[in-house]
């Protein structure tokens, strides 16, 4: 069965500091994965998804295959990085429907 | 922009009430999806839709349904609440191919007294 497996609840840093989302999935095909982040008071929105190889509001995250990995990364923490941020796996051909992780919620402190 | 409107941003019902929950995208999105949020669960998929009319259950569609007579609209039914459906829910529009962005609405908070 696809999981997407988000280990921490919480992430506490300091500003300036780096920060590591850890997310893991289970699927046994090429799934796409994504980061979605909700800030408070907002609306969930993507953050930015593992086709792209893109770098948005300074987070990058690679797909590692071999350990079914896909940790989102910031080398400086930002205060306005504050935010519960959601790992999701699509899986193409199931009606391409998101699974999403439980979520992290980081916060960074000043 | 894509927008997805969920009418009712607060609910509190009663236990035992039928409950509706509308949500409208303005882009034309086959697909269509309902989710609820908790803490420390994220986002567990109850239904969607890939088509007027067409429905599959999510993860968790127990004492849930749905209805899509209409391609921008997703409503999500409860026959009959109760108190451990007191949840965030989203709904969420997506065009149909694969790796398109989905977009979310802005959530209703649902409390069953």
């Known amino acids: 069965a696809q999981r997407v497996t988000q280990p921490e609840k919480l992430l506490s840093v300091f500003k300036g500091a780096p920060v590591e989302l850890k997310c893991n999935y289970s699927?046994?095909?090429?799934?796409?994965l994504f980061w979605y982040v909700q800030y408070s008071r907002q609306r969930l929105q993507l953050l930015l998804r593992?086709?792209s190889r893109e770098s948005i509001k300074g987070f990058t995250a690679d797909l590692n295959k071999g350990e079914t990995s896909f940790h989102l990364k910031k080398p400086f923490a930002q205060e306005e990085d504050s935010a519960m941020y959601y790992c999701?796996?699509?899986?193409?051909?199931?009606?391409?429907?998101?699974?999403f992780g439980a979520g992290t919620r980081l916060a960074v402190h000043p | 922009d894509v927008k997805v409107t969920q009418s009712s941003r607060y609910l509190v019902k009663r236990t035992g009430e039928k409950v509706f929950l509308e949500c409208v995208q303005d882009?034309?999105?086959?697909?269509m999806f309902w989710y609820r949020q908790d803490p420390g669960l994220g986002l567990r998929l109850i239904y969607f839709?890939?088509?007027?009319?067409?429905?599959e259950k999510g993860d968790i569609p127990e004492g849930y349904s749905v209805s899509r007579e209409k391609k921008e609209r997703f409503s999500l039914i409860l026959e009959s609440a109760s108190t451990n459906q007191t949840s965030m829910y989203l709904c969420?529009?997506?065009?149909?191919?694969?790796?398109?962005?989905?977009?979310f609405g802005e959530g209703s908070w649902l409390t069953v007294v």
């Open positions: 593992h086709i």
């Open positions: 699927y046994s095909g090429s799934p796409e």
């Open positions: 999701a796996l699509m899986c193409p051909g199931g009606y391409n429907k998101l699974i």
């Open positions: 839709s890939y088509d007027v009319k067409m429905k």
């Open positions: 969420a529009s997506k065009l149909g191919s694969s790796g398109n962005t989905i977009y």
């Open positions: 882009m034309d999105h086959e697909n």
